[in-house]
């Protein structure tokens, strides 16, 4: 596998489908969304759970 580009975007995928895997294959009612005037952020069950950074909000 080559990757290239500023993020290693295999890496962040398998390590997605790890943990939603590990979550027991969570629907969507599991998960939330935060936005901040940096980014969005979407979490498995609470706040402090497994979490991802979407990118910057729109202006």
């Given at each position: 596998?080559?990757q290239?580009?500023?993020?290693?975007?295999w890496?962040i995928?398998?390590?997605?489908?790890?943990?939603f895997?590990?979550?027991?294959w969570?629907?969507?009612?599991?998960?939330?969304?935060?936005l901040d005037?940096h980014?969005?952020h979407?979490?498995?069950?609470?706040?402090?759970?497994?979490?991802?950074?979407?990118?910057s909000?729109?202006?």
């Amino acid at each position: 596998m080559f990757q290239s580009g500023p993020r290693p975007i295999w890496n962040i995928l398998e390590a997605a489908h790890h943990v939603f895997r590990g979550a027991g294959w969570p629907g969507p009612e599991r998960y939330s969304i935060t936005l901040d005037e940096h980014a969005q952020h979407v979490w498995l069950d609470y706040p402090g759970g497994p979490s991802w950074t979407l990118g910057s909000p729109l202006p």
